[in-house]
């Protein structure tokens, strides 16, 4: 116990003030929340519909949970390049090179060109050739969003002033009109979810791609952190964790109001494929035509700033892996690749991801818990490589399956939860035992 005269062995600038801790917070909630998250809790609303309860819990597991563990897990390791070089360094270079890829040209940017068109669409007149317009968009979009991360300056932040606060705007409104209006019987839920919703929402929440964004958000948020006076690690560490509790709540309410507007919408809209056409659906409902063409102004804004971060984000970080390619050709590589890529549609865009995301999922998962439990996985050291290969080895082949022979019969199915999509989990803790047994007979080895 500290005596009355004894000195504080805190000091005041160990702890962010209560403002500080908010802002943290609010700009590693924006820093997640981009178009493509306002997308997957509407759909998943509509096909769970009387099971959306469960699924939703299973999403915020995946969509939340995992993400603020996963800036934490960086925190403590200092980069994501350290977390993964405790398997390998050249494991670590190739993981963080895919990691940017799948948040960037490989979907989230396709995704936001596609997300913003699906929003434009009703407002489009029938007579319009889909396709046509679709190519129109996706060139304009990604034209003036290379142009902008050439030369962000005032636009991009006037845009991001403008897009933040009337998108939170738009959301209280639409989620609060299917609050308080008279809904539609619940619909019995359908496929996926009508079997494991809970399961199913989990593995849902992996297209929000957040766990994977996580691991390059959490250098920057402890640099942030570091940078308001807390520098003992320590302190960055418990910083870190009240932002993500931060960020991790904003998330959850948002995704939650909007799963709401789906589920409201449960019966009339049973066979909607993707959450864009569930939230065009909702505002117009509620405010017309001025609610159709609201929404898919804020879309558009939202996705293009969106679009200008990742194109700047992954061309900053092959640019310093590639010097050869200054960041302006990385840039451009990445704008043309995904202009093509969104004119596949946003359909064909999320089921592309699925077998994606099925195979990093799954490891980033194992570096995130190794990570959170550093302090004895690093005594045993041999856990690193044997639990992630055996999770990349399972995660890929059955994605691999997935993509190519959808149905295919593979030995993996064989392994327990594989029904559930989880078929890596027993493996992973069978790799476990089997490397402190590795690490351990290994030390006295080196002892003799």
Same mark, same amino acid.
């Given at each position: 116990?500290?005596?009355?005269?004894?000195?504080?062995?805190?000091?005041?600038?160990?702890?962010?003030?209560?403002?500080?801790?908010?802002?943290?917070?609010?700009?590693?909630?924006?820093?997640?929340?981009?178009?493509?998250?306002?997308?997957?809790?509407?759909?998943?609303?509509?096909?769970?519909?009387?099971?959306?309860?469960?699924?939703?819990?299973?999403?915020?597991?995946?969509?939340?949970?995992?993400?603020?563990?996963?800036?934490?897990?960086?925190?403590?390791?200092?980069?994501?390049?350290?977390?993964?070089?405790?398997?390998?360094?050249?494991?670590?270079?190739?993981?963080?090179?895919?990691?940017?890829?799948?948040?960037?040209?490989?979907?989230?940017?396709?995704?936001?060109?596609?997300?913003?068109?699906?929003?434009?669409?009703?407002?489009?007149?029938?007579?319009?050739?889909?396709?046509?317009?679709?190519?129109?968009?996706?060139?304009?979009?990604?034209?003036?969003?290379?142009?902008?991360?050439?030369?962000?300056?005032?636009?991009?932040?006037?845009?991001?002033?403008?897009?933040?606060?009337?998108?939170?705007?738009?959301?209280?409104?639409?989620?609060?009109?299917?609050?308080?209006?008279?809904?539609?019987?619940?619909?019995?839920?359908?496929?996926?979810?009508?079997?494991?919703?809970?399961?199913?929402?989990?593995?849902?929440?992996?297209?929000?791609?957040?766990?994977?964004?996580?691991?390059?958000?959490?250098?920057?948020?402890?640099?942030?952190?570091?940078?308001?006076?807390?520098?003992?690690?320590?302190?960055?560490?418990?910083?870190?964790?009240?932002? /993500?509790?931060?960020?991790? =709540?904003?998330?959850? %309410?948002?995704?939650?109001?909007?799963? +709401? $507007? #789906? *589920?409201?919408?449960?019966?009339?809209?049973?066979?909607?494929?993707?959450?864009?056409?569930?939230?065009?659906?909702?505002?117009?409902?509620?405010?017309?035509?001025?609610?159709?063409?609201?929404?898919?102004?804020?879309?558009?804004?939202?996705?293009?700033?969106?679009?200008?971060?990742?194109?700047?984000?992954?061309?900053?970080?092959?640019?310093?892996?590639?010097?050869?390619?200054?960041?302006?050709?990385?840039?451009?590589?990445?704008?043309?690749?995904?202009?093509?890529?969104?004119?596949?549609?946003?359909?064909?865009?999320?089921?592309?991801?699925?077998?994606?995301?099925?195979?990093?999922?799954?490891?980033?998962?194992?570096?995130?818990?190794? /990570?959170?439990?550093?302090? =004895?996985?690093?005594? %045993?050291?041999?856990?690193?490589?044997? +639990? $992630? #290969? *055996?999770?990349?080895?399972?995660?890929?082949?059955?994605?691999?399956?997935?993509?190519?022979?959808?149905?295919?019969?593979?030995?993996?199915?064989?392994?327990?939860?594989?029904?559930?999509?989880?078929?890596?989990?027993?493996?992973?803790?069978?790799?476990?035992?089997?490397?402190?047994?590795?690490?351990?007979?290994?030390?006295?080895?080196?002892?003799?």
């Amino acid at each position: 116990m500290r005596q009355p005269n004894q000195p504080d062995q805190t000091s005041s600038c160990e702890v962010l003030a209560p403002r500080q801790m908010v802002s943290v917070g609010v700009a590693l909630f924006s820093m997640f929340f981009g178009a493509g998250n306002l997308i997957l809790p509407p759909l998943l609303g509509v096909q769970a519909g009387q099971d959306a309860l469960p699924a939703l819990i299973g999403f915020f597991v995946a969509g939340v949970g995992l993400p603020v563990l996963g800036i934490v897990a960086v925190a403590l390791a200092g980069t994501v390049r350290d977390l993964a070089a405790r398997v390998h360094p050249v494991f670590s270079r190739a993981f963080v090179a895919v990691v940017y890829l799948a948040i960037g040209p490989c979907l989230a940017i396709p995704r936001t060109s596609s997300t913003a068109y699906e929003m434009l669409l009703p407002l489009l007149p029938a007579s319009v050739d889909p396709g046509l317009m679709r190519l129109a968009f996706s060139v304009a979009f990604f034209v003036l969003a290379y142009a902008l991360a050439m030369h962000p300056g005032r636009i991009t932040r006037l845009l991001g002033k403008i897009t933040g606060p009337l998108l939170i705007v738009l959301i209280i409104a639409v989620v609060g009109s299917a609050l308080f209006s008279e809904g539609e019987p619940l619909a019995p839920a359908s496929a996926p979810y009508d079997a494991n919703p809970a399961v199913q929402g989990f593995l849902t929440g992996y297209q929000t791609m957040d766990l994977l964004a996580s691991l390059t958000f959490g250098l920057v948020i402890a640099t942030s952190i570091r940078g308001m006076g807390v520098t003992e690690p320590a302190g960055v560490t418990r910083e870190v964790c009240r932002a /993500g509790l931060i960020a991790g =709540v904003l998330m959850m %309410l948002i995704y939650g109001g909007l799963a +709401v $507007v #789906g *589920v409201r919408l449960s019966q009339s809209l049973a066979g909607a494929t993707n959450g864009a056409t569930v939230l065009t659906a909702s505002a117009t409902l509620h405010f017309g035509t001025v609610g159709t063409a609201v929404v898919a102004a804020i879309f558009l804004l939202a996705c293009l700033n969106v679009c200008i971060g990742l194109i700047g984000c992954c061309g900053t970080y092959f640019s310093q892996e590639v010097p050869r390619i200054p960041y302006r050709g990385w840039a451009l590589a990445f704008a043309l690749f995904s202009c093509i890529a969104s004119n596949a549609g946003l359909d064909a865009i999320l089921a592309f991801s699925v077998p994606l995301l099925s195979a990093l999922y799954p490891v980033a998962i194992v570096l995130v818990i190794m /990570g959170m439990c550093h302090s =004895v996985c690093d005594r %045993l050291p041999q856990m690193w490589p044997w +639990v $992630v #290969g *055996v999770v990349a080895v399972v995660g890929v082949l059955g994605s691999v399956r997935d993509a190519v022979a959808p149905g295919a019969w593979l030995p993996i199915d064989a392994l327990p939860l594989a029904s559930w999509g989880l078929g890596w989990v027993v493996p992973a803790i069978a790799a476990a035992c089997i490397g402190a047994l590795h690490a351990k007979v290994s030390a006295r080895g080196a002892c003799r």
